[in-house]
């Protein structure tokens, strides 16, 4: 038997969330693909990129397929129309996905590029596309590295569950590599609003790693300014917020 193309891998918290996105999994045609799930309902891990890092050693695919588990497809095509898409890219593509934030900034803030839906209520997150399109960083919710690329660059030593994808973005530009979004016919079930105070500290550890290298780092969360005491008082602003909030749901 010949190795699989895709490895797909996902992080499993909640069976049930699993085995929904499981069986719409395996309505999609067109791929090749193994599945790697990774146990994560007792704690296993304390690191997103320590779970990505021991599945992809394991993995056999030639494309590395990250994706949360409340992924759902909307026609039986889905899956394959993104990964052809991925594969249609140059061959030394960083990171590709299907939600992220272009460099270029519109009225002074960041933008979403995405075709996806999110939510309970299905919405539309962001402007539209047509085809792969150039952007600084991606969501964590489904993005593709070349295993051969992963080898070489593997996912950083880090604890923590927030800014994986976006921080492969920012080492793929460093390798002076594209990052790509592509358009997808999904929805996210997740709202996007599962980020906390742990969210903003890892934001605040990117801002110092990477301030060299770009004045913004731009999230399909929010736009982070890297320079300045502006930079330093905004974060550290949305950081006391956060935690605040945190506070009083407890």
Not at 150 to 163: D, I, S, T, V
Not at 185 to 192: L, P, Q, R
Request: aromatic share 10%.
């Amino acid at each position: 038997m010949t190795d699989p193309l895709y490895s797909l891998i996902t992080i499993v918290n909640k069976e049930d969330v699993y085995q929904a996105f499981k069986s719409g999994l395996e309505k999609q045609t067109g791929v090749d693909y193994e599945l790697i799930r990774i146990n994560n309902e007792n704690n296993e891990y304390n690191s997103a990129r320590k779970a990505f890092n021991d599945a992809a050693k394991k993995a056999k695919g030639q494309y590395l397929v990250f994706l949360h588990p409340d992924i759902r497809f909307l026609n039986e095509h889905a899956l394959k129309d993104v990964l052809d898409q991925v594969r249609s890219l140059p061959k030394d593509f960083g990171v590709a996905g299907i939600a992220g934030s272009p460099q270029e900034l519109v009225d002074n803030d960041r933008i979403i590029l995405t075709t996806i839906i999110h939510g309970d209520h299905k919405e539309h997150v962001g402007r539209p596309i047509t085809g792969p399109t150039p952007v600084q960083t991606l969501d964590e919710c489904f993005f593709v590295i070349a295993r051969d690329y992963w080898e070489k660059q593997p996912f950083p030593a880090k604890e923590g569950w927030h800014l994986y994808a976006v921080e492969q973005c920012l080492l793929a530009q460093k390798d002076q590599r594209e990052n790509y979004v592509v358009p997808a016919a999904i929805w996210h079930t997740s709202d996007g609003k599962s980020e906390d105070f742990r969210y903003t500290l890892q934001v605040r550890q990117l801002i110092k790693e990477y301030r060299a290298q770009t004045a913004s780092i731009n999230t399909t969360v929010k736009r982070w300014p890297t320079r300045g005491l502006g930079a330093k008082i905004f974060v550290n602003t949305y950081l006391a917020k956060m935690y605040l909030k945190y506070l009083l749901k407890k």
